[in-house]
């Protein structure tokens, strides 16, 4: 009768380190072991593995309504930790949000700076049209230009302008663009269970 009391007081205060654990962070994560972190298919030491898309795609779902700034802890169990591990995997969690989060950044200041250079040039064609409609609009050479440079400009200016203000941003492309930044300066722990 007393080891049932026992098992009953062991397991309710299981029950409340893992609720204490779980009231710690923003986000915490079950693992069973290391690898549920990496792919399957990598057989690579923890510090060049590629990450679990299922580890992304929850980490993904967990961060999307969580500001900057976020604790992601990992639960492990107890027997399973080893700091060697730990050390290397949030030395490798952090460079490949760091580096996503600059790739996909750099992309979109690229697209960004491709759109106000499309607008511009779109500007340079209206001015073009209507240089030639003032100044010698009777000829068919300059008509034929006027007809090219008009709807070329509108269209150039538009699809710079949509381009330069993200207006149509993929929100896929969005949504990836902030979930790595949110990541890249997130902070990894582990703890035990």
Known sequence: MKKEVNG??????TKTNITELLNKSEISLWLDNYNDIFS???????AHRALSQDLLDEAKRATREAPSGIELRFLIPNPQRNLQHEFMIKKRLREHFRKHS???????????????????IGMLLLTAATFLYQHDGNK????????????AGWFTIWIGLEK?????EGSEHKLNRLFYQKMAKAEFKFEGY
Do not use: C, N, Q
């Open 8 to 13: 009953k007081k062991e397991e309710a205060s």
């Open 164 to 168: 330069a203000f993200a207006v149509y």
């Open 40 to 46: 399957d298919f990598d057989p690579r030491p923890y």
């Open 102 to 120: 600059a790739r996909l950044e750099a992309e979109y200041k690229a697209i960004r700076k491709k759109g106000i250079i499309m607008a511009i």
């Open 140 to 151: 068919w050479w300059t008509s034929f230009l006027i007809v090219l440079f008009e709807p």
